[in-house]
Nanobody
Framework: QVQLVESGGGLVQPGGSLRLACAAS????????VSWYRQAPGKQREFVAF???????NYADSVKGRFTISRDNAKNTVYLQMNSLKPEDTAVYYC???????WGHGTQVTVSS
């Protein structure tokens, strides 16, 4: 099974920024769309962002204008730049290679004063 590893999470104040990364073994991201999901305590997992093989992006309404998903196929890595963070963005963030069944184990993002 392919390994996906998320990184870049941490504690930030409201209005701050973080950049998450999802690195995959092999080169599966070159052949897959990639999505980010998040799950807050006591809540359902929710879609955050999506990027196709060709680089087309899509975002949940709650993060549009604040988050940017990008990919670097040479590094087999997908990023999620998060700006203007809000307390409601607090969650564990997961990446997924769409259609493969491969998920990372998540990285914690906490937005609090």
């Amino acid at each position: 099974q392919v390994q996906l590893v998320e990184s870049g999470g941490g504690l930030v104040q409201p209005g701050g920024s973080l950049r998450l990364a999802c690195a995959a073994s092999g080169s599966i991201f070159r052949l897959s769309a990639v999505s980010w999901y998040r799950q807050a305590p006591g809540k359902q997992r929710e879609f955050v962002a999506f990027i196709t093989i060709g680089g087309t992006t899509n975002y949940a309404d709650s993060v549009k204008g604040r988050f940017t998903i990008s990919r670097d196929n040479a590094k087999n890595t997908v990023y999620l730049q998060m700006n203007s963070l809000k307390p409601e963005d607090t969650a564990v963030y997961y990446c997924n290679a769409v259609g493969t069944g491969f998920w990372g184990h998540g990285t914690q993002v906490t937005v609090s004063s």
